[in-house]
């Protein structure tokens, strides 16, 4: 039924849609298989919606969970509200090692997990609105931005108001990248729809984009990758395309045929690949849910998966390691596991 | 869409279910069924308690499996002597507020929670196989109390308050969803939409629904509801089309199914939350049926110590010989060892 009406509509419409449906349906299957049981859980402990996972250099996978039950308390006329996310650590064969951040002022709603070339781990929340870097052994290294102090409920701005804030706090950050200097590079995100940069200690250096359609302008940014010449790609997964900046926010170019960009990952080496997830949303596994494989110049190499919930199905991808350019750990918000994928 | 803060105050109200007129079932001449009980049949480990019993399942093992609401909602499993056995699912993301649990045919548990939206298949183990729904994202914050906005158009993976399950022998899902949505959806095994029955909107016509509060399917495939603000049942073939409905037997508050080969249906009239005086005396009973709808006894009777029921919120039936009742209001689960029917009640 969805193909038959699929079909339909490239054959009715003219011109680019026309065209650029047709590059996505034609790219190349990529043969891959899921690892079972590609992480082990010990007793009694659950995981919750997979907003992120990251290895590092040993081959170690940390996971970044929505794991539910946020407390509001209330005290001197305002409500507090504490928990719902966790950090784990897992070895390379998928062994449980141990938790990361136990109720940690700064872990609410997960957003991702990312792991830098000195092997720091980095947490972005979105409800605390804090990016966290633990050092390797678990210790918080740094902080960017800031708790609120009380939470409102609902937020006093539901969804954020889009402007780019002009600085060094947060309203739902998605997402957090490095160049090879370290400059630390912030998508902010669902709440504001912009990118905030960072110096290598944490100095504000600028923010770019607010909410629009137009070059630099952003419906959201759902993920960020930088790659080895410090060109940042940014997710935009409302406006359905990825655009391309300089090191200091000048735009260079924007490509789309790949759905929404809901998570992004960009391979080390000198002929890096781009993995870009078309993610389904969570209430629907009728659409969407592919992974592309892409130059970084946009040209799309091949596709595999989709929606569902089975192994080899995905539930709305919110995160992609690509560490390894053949095997890939995908985290997926509605099934609440992680996927080991191994490419063929 | 609008969002307040909600105040204690506001959350302290919504914390008192409303009374609401509770309608004496009509059928008349129905024999009563004897019964003993044995209330404290569940061995709780020192220390632990049981909050409100809204579900209970048996697994084709006879362990007894409890989802209730205590401080965190919790899903214990005890096996056939009532003994401690483990809790699954402890500090999950989709357990928040509990509404039902059941087991499917190759012993998965599932559980069915309100208060996330969630539905969780477990394995025998505990280990979490499926979801489907979504809990909202804390960062979303919460509705307002009043006024509530209309009801979104029904989604096909997307609960709002969903209360029940079940399954054909095909492995076919079949959810209540719920409160504020007022349908029944099907899914396929792997947890595709097939179809639904009823929609966004409360209504009284065959095929819709007010508050489908609980739901179960027999061995032909058919779909037995407990359409609870309508004061009846519903029967709907495979494809979520209307048979019948069954409107003299009260209130519908759940409905169970026995395991076969020849299957009973039981049905709860059950005393609501908020009482007026007198309210008791026409309610809290369960009546045994034939799966073609005729009555063959009714049992029990409200009351706070055992064998009295307090709110029957879920009914076990797997063996329709020894049936375990969940209850809201006395915060425990008995299992009722029905005998003969033994003539006529007489009853109110």
Redesign the interface.
């Known amino acids: 039924m969805n193909i038959t009406l699929h079909i339909l509509t490239v054959t009715l419409s003219g011109g680019l849609l026309a065209a650029s449906a047709l590059a996505q349906n034609s790219a190349p299957e990529i043969k891959f298989d899921s690892v079972p049981n590609a992480i082990q859980?010990p007793a009694?402990?659950?995981?919750?919606?997979v907003a992120g996972v990251a290895t590092n250099s040993k081959g170690d996978i940390f996971v970044y969970t929505?794991?539910?039950?946020?407390t509001v308390t209330?005290g001197t006329m305002r409500?507090f509200?504490h928990g719902?996310s966790r950090m784990f650590q897992f070895d390379r064969t998928g062994k449980y090692v141990r938790e990361i951040g136990k109720d940690t002022y700064g872990f609410?709603?997960a957003a991702q997990v990312r792991v830098d070339p000195a092997d720091n781990i980095w947490a972005v929340d979105?409800?605390s609105n804090m990016v966290m870097k633990f050092d390797p052994e678990g210790r918080v290294a740094m902080l960017l931005g800031r708790k609120a102090e009380a939470e409102?409920?609902?937020?006093r701005t539901?969804g954020g108001d889009g402007a780019g804030q002009p600085t060094d706090l947060f309203n739902?950050p998605t997402d957090v990248a490095w160049d090879a200097g370290g400059n630390i590079f912030v998508a902010d995100g669902a709440g504001n729809a912009r990118i905030a940069k960072f110096d290598k200690d944490g100095k504000f250096v600028k923010s770019w984009g607010k909410r629009g359609t137009g070059p630099g302008e952003f419906a959201n940014v759902l993920s960020i990758a930088v790659d080895a010449q410090g060109n940042v790609y940014a997710g935009d997964g409302g406006n359905r395309r990825i655009q391309v900046f300089d090191n200091n926010g000048v735009f260079k170019t924007a490509f789309s045929n790949f759905g929404n960009a809901q998570a992004m990952c960009i391979t080390k080496g000198a002929n890096p690949v781009l993995y870009v997830s078309n993610s389904n949303p969570?209430?629907?596994?009728?659409v969407a849910g592919e992974i592309y494989r892409m130059r970084p110049d946009g040209t799309v190499l091949g596709k595999f998966g989709r929606a569902?919930?089975?192994l080899k199905e995905f539930g709305a991808v919110n995160s992609i390691d690509c560490r390894s350019e053949s095997t890939l750990f995908v985290g997926e918000?509605?099934?609440?596991?992680v996927q080991k994928l191994v490419l063929h | 869409m609008k969002r307040v803060f909600i105040s204690s105050v506001a959350l302290s109200v919504l914390g008192l279910a409303p009374a609401f007129a509770q309608r004496k079932a009509t059928i008349q001449n129905v024999p009563e069924i004897p019964f003993t009980t044995a209330p404290n049949f569940l061995k709780l480990p020192p220390g632990e308690y049981m909050g409100e019993a809204v579900a209970v399942a048996t697994n084709s093992k006879g362990h007894v499996f409890v989802f209730h609401r205590s401080h965190n909602n919790r899903l214990f499993e005890f096996d056939r002597t009532g003994k401690f056995v483990k809790e699954i699912g402890s500090g999950f993301l989709g357990f928040e507020f509990a509404h039902s649990v059941r087991v499917d045919k190759d012993d998965n548990i599932w559980t069915v929670d309100e208060g996330s939206n969630m539905v969780t298949k477990f394995s025998p183990e505990g280990k979490v196989l499926m979801v489907i729904g979504r809990r909202p994202l804390a960062v979303l914050g919460v509705l307002p109390v009043a006024p509530q906005p209309p009801n979104r158009t029904a989604q096909k993976y997307e609960f709002c308050r969903p209360t029940d399950i079940g399954w054909d022998p095909q492995g076919n899902i079949f959810i209540s969803d719920g409160y504020c949505n007022n349908r029944v959806v099907k899914y396929d095994k792997d947890g595709r939409f097939v179809a639904q029955a009823g929609s966004e909107k409360a209504g009284s016509a065959l095929g819709e629904f007010n508050l489908p509060h609980g739901l179960q399917v027999d061995l032909q495939g058919n779909v037995w509801v407990a359409d609870r603000t309508n004061n009846r049942y519903q029967v709907l073939d495979n494809n979520l089309k209307p048979i019948r409905e069954i409107t003299d037997v009260g209130v519908g508050w759940t409905v169970c199914v026995s395991g076969g080969p020849h299957q009973y249906v039981f049905f709860s009239n059950s005393n609501p939350n908020g009482n007026m005086p007198g309210t008791w005396d026409i309610t809290g009973e369960i009546y045994k049926a034939e799966l073609d709808g005729k009555v063959l006894g009714r049992f029990g009777r409200p009351g706070k110590a055992a064998p009295g029921f307090q709110v029957v919120h879920m009914i076990d039936c797997r063996n329709p010989n020894e049936i375990i009742v969940g209850e809201i209001e006395s915060w425990r689960a008995q299992k009722l060892i029905l005998k003969a029917p033994s003539g006529n009640s007489g009853a109110q």
Request: glycine share 10%; charged share 20%; no cysteine.
């Open positions: 859980l009694g402990v659950y995981l919750g919606e929505r794991t539910g039950h946020p209330i409500p509200a719902s609410m709603t979105e409800m409102f409920i609902p937020p539901p739902r969570w209430n629907d596994i009728d569902g919930r089975l918000l509605a099934n609440l596991r």
